[in-house]
């Protein structure tokens, strides 16, 4: 956004703009927060391996949560245990789920160290990215007519047409609500509330 704005800056107007998302972030976990009764402390959970072994992207939120108001901190899933391991006023009640587990598990990258952090009360929220697209509830809803949009419908059929990892197999409206209901799907990704069980 700060080379779009240079690039005009001698026309005296942006001809489009867009909210930062970290801004956005920052004030979705201030709301999280003063919503459970927490401190401002949040884990960034991902890892430079799929990144391409750079941490910048997440040390670009890092700085920005930590010079508006938030405590953060990046953690590789081997380190994950020192955000609740740890004495109380140092342990982090909230992390963003920067990742997705198909992508971990094509590299290998273990996510029982997720699991023992959610189960110890960090309670991870999702990318909204990552988590629209790897919930089966999500998708399912879309695909059932839940949300008419054309956009979402077109995104519905490029993901799910044909696939049977879709909830409905790929079927949208009447021939989605048909789906057998003894299909064992989950009904929301791992790891977006205290515990994955939940």
């Keep these: 956004m700060d080379v779009w704005h240079?690039?005009?800056?001698?026309?005296?107007?942006?001809?489009?703009?867009?909210?930062?998302?970290?801004?956005?972030?920052?004030?979705?976990?201030e709301d999280l927060c003063a919503e459970l009764g927490a401190e401002p402390r949040v884990a960034l959970l991902g890892s430079a391996r799929d990144q391409g072994g750079f941490t910048r992207y997440f040390d670009l939120q890092t700085d920005y949560f930590n010079?508006?108001?938030?405590?953060?901190?990046?953690?590789?899933?081997?380190?994950?245990h020192e955000a609740w391991d740890c004495?109380?006023?140092?342990?982090y009640p909230?992390?963003?789920?920067?990742f997705t587990i198909p992508d971990w598990e094509a590299l290998g990258l273990?996510?029982?160290?997720?699991?023992?952090?959610?189960?110890?009360?960090?309670?991870?929220v999702g990318t909204q990215t990552s988590t629209f697209l790897s919930s089966k509830l999500t998708m399912?809803?879309?695909?059932?007519?839940?949300?008419?949009?054309r956009a979402e419908r077109n995104l519905v059929d490029t993901y799910c047409r044909g696939r049977e990892s879709c909830p409905t197999g790929g079927r949208t409206g009447t021939a989605a609500r048909s789906t057998s209901s003894s299909t064992p799907w989950p009904t929301a990704s791992p790891w977006c509330s205290r515990r994955a069980s939940e």
């Design 110 to 124: 273990d996510t029982a160290p997720v699991q023992a952090a959610v189960d110890a009360g960090c309670l991870l």
């Design 67 to 80: 010079r508006h108001g938030l405590t953060a901190r990046f953690f590789e899933p081997e380190d994950l």
């Design 94 to 98: 909230l992390g963003l789920r920067d």
């Design 140 to 149: 399912g809803l879309l695909s059932e007519g839940a949300v008419d949009e």
């Design 6 to 29: 240079k690039l005009y800056a001698s026309a005296g107007r942006v001809p489009f703009t867009s909210p930062d998302p970290f801004a956005a972030r920052t004030r979705m976990f």
């Design 87 to 91: 004495p109380p006023h140092l342990r």
